[in-house]
Each structure stands twice: as structure tokens, then as C-alpha cells.
């Protein structure tokens, strides 16, 4: 079993940065890709940024160039820094493995993008 916990949500005017990290509750951390994706009211989740074993990173076209996810191995923590947002970031971000997520989700990080 897996568990992921988010954090570092919150409300940031447009332009604005903020940087949520997810501690992972797992065995062999460093074997698996990780990912950041999000979900929006009304819309399905999404995969925002996903960083491979090997430090590979992949990124949604909406957050190319915004975006950056970095992971942490011993601390077994992924992180996603997030610059210049927008209103359209609005949304729960939940972090699980990539490219496939585990059938456990944590409770998300809420983030508001709004002036």
C-alpha cells in the first residue's frame, strides 16, 4: 500500500509563484516515476508534469516553461514549483506515480489562482 500526502496549497494572485510538495509513504521511492496532476471543478484530472526514475521530465503544453517538478529521493519527497500561474491553474493537485498512477490518492493540495 501507498500513501501520498500534498501540501503547500493556497492563494496566489496571477503572476504569482508557489512551490506544493508530496511526501510518498512507499517502498523502493526512487524506483518509480512520479507525477503532478491536477483537477479542476467540473473537469476530469489531468497530468500536469510527470519526472521519470531517472530524472526525466515530462510537461502538459498548458505548463511548459512554468512549471518544474523535481524530486528529492531520500526524503522521498516530489516537489513542483509553479511560476507566472494563471486563473486556469486553479485546481486540487494530487501527486501519484507516473506514468501510471497507483489506485491511491491522497487528499490533494488546493491551489487558487486569483486576484
Known amino acids: 500500500q501507498v500513501q501520498f500526502v500534498e501540501s503547500g496549497g493556497g492563494l496566489v494572485q496571477p503572476g504569482g509563484s508557489l512551490r506544493v510538495s508530496c511526501v510518498a509513504f512507499t517502498s523502493f521511492f526512487s524506483a518509480y516515476g512520479m507525477g503532478w496532476y491536477r483537477q479542476a471543478p467540473g473537469k476530469q484530472r489531468e497530468l500536469v508534469a510527470g519526472?521519470?526514475?531517472?530524472?526525466?521530465?515530462n510537461y502538459a503544453d498548458s505548463v511548459k516553461d512554468r512549471f518544474t517538478i523535481s524530486r528529492d529521493n531520500a526524503k522521498k519527497i516530489v516537489y513542483l514549483q509553479m511560476n507566472s500561474l494563471k486563473p486556469e491553474d486553479t485546481a486540487v493537485y494530487y501527486c501519484?506515480?507516473?506514468?501510471?498512477?497507483?489506485?491511491?490518492w491522497g487528499q490533494g493540495t488546493q491551489v487558487t489562482v486569483s486576484s
Open positions: 519526472i521519470t526514475n531517472g530524472g526525466t521530465t
Open positions: 501519484n506515480r507516473f506514468p501510471v498512477g497507483t489506485g491511491y
